[in-house]
């Protein structure tokens, strides 16, 4: 057997140091929140909460590096996701109404747009190192009044809106990572995460905003969804007698 010259045993060991590094790196989620309220409010004695249809999206990853679309998988993680909040939400005693993707109206899509861009806004600029001067560490995020029209066709009090990614490589683009890593470069593997928002929708305000990313658990399986929901609403507001 031919013994392994001493470049090709750095090599190796940085091949697994790489391919090890990504595992832990999948393998272990983070979650980051923002509470602004502890308890829900509400004219009434039983709060409501509205889930707008997650903005959920799956990407598999080319050999060549491309994200492309996966409709199937997309359509098994909302479903999921949507079951599994539901189960959360009765077992914390949220009043809980889920919005059906096919009857939204124009003004809720258009929001449902604009959270994406609020929520990117406040990863990069309250929990990153890009921080607003004008805002400095006070959390200050609102959709804006106009949400308002949302509680008086759904009769709620807050709406609940998720943002959730997840590229998954292809096995021709592990393949061409394993050739890059022991090349000494290095390929994208894929990534995972989401942020969800509580919303006020009395003002517009964000009154609780929670981020993970990868290792949350995965949405096109029942149980993976539930142990993602488990962390992106944790620590949610919960409702008066809930």
């Known amino acids: 057997m031919r013994l392994m010259k001493k470049n090709d045993r750095r090599s190796c060991r940085t091949l697994v140091a790489i ?71 009765d077992s914390i005693g949220t009043n809980l109404k889920v919005i059906s993707e096919t009857n939204l109206s124009q003004t809720e899509i258009a ?57 998954q490589a292809s096995g021709g683009r592990v393949a061409m990572g394993i050739l890059a890593a022991a090349l000494g470069g290095a390929a994208d593997f894929g990534s995972e995460s989401g942020f969800a928002s509580l919303v006020d929708l009395r003002t517009g305000d964000i009154v609780w905003f929670n981020v993970v990313n990868a290792g949350s658990g995965e949405l096109r399986d029942e149980s993976g969804a539930a142990s993602a929901v488990t962390a992106l609403f944790k620590d949610m507001p919960t409702n008066p007698e809930g």
Not at 40 to 49: G, M, T, Y
Not at 57 to 74: D, F, K, M, N
Not at 133 to 140: E, H, L
Not at 143 to 162: N, Q, R, T
Request: include cysteine; hydrophobic fraction near 40%.
């Open 19 to 89: 391919i090890f590094g990504f595992m832990l790196l999948t393998g272990c989620a983070y979650s980051t929140n923002v509470q602004q309220i502890d308890r829900l409010e509400a004219v009434n004695a039983d709060p409501r909460i509205i889930l707008m249809p997650p903005d959920i999206r799956y990407y598999l990853i080319s050999a060549g590096g491309i994200p492309e679309p996966h409709a199937e998988w997309t359509t098994a993680a909302k479903n999921n996701f949507v079951d599994a909040t539901q189960q959360f939400a």
């Open 111 to 167: 929001y449902e747009e604009l959270h994406s861009a609020v929520g990117s806004t406040v990863i990069i600029n309250h929990f990153g190192a890009s921080k607003l001067p004008a805002k400095k560490d006070v959390f200050d995020w609102s959709l804006g009044p106009g949400v308002s029209s949302i509680a008086k066709d759904h009769d709620a009090d807050y709406a609940l809106f998720v943002h959730y990614r997840d590229r």
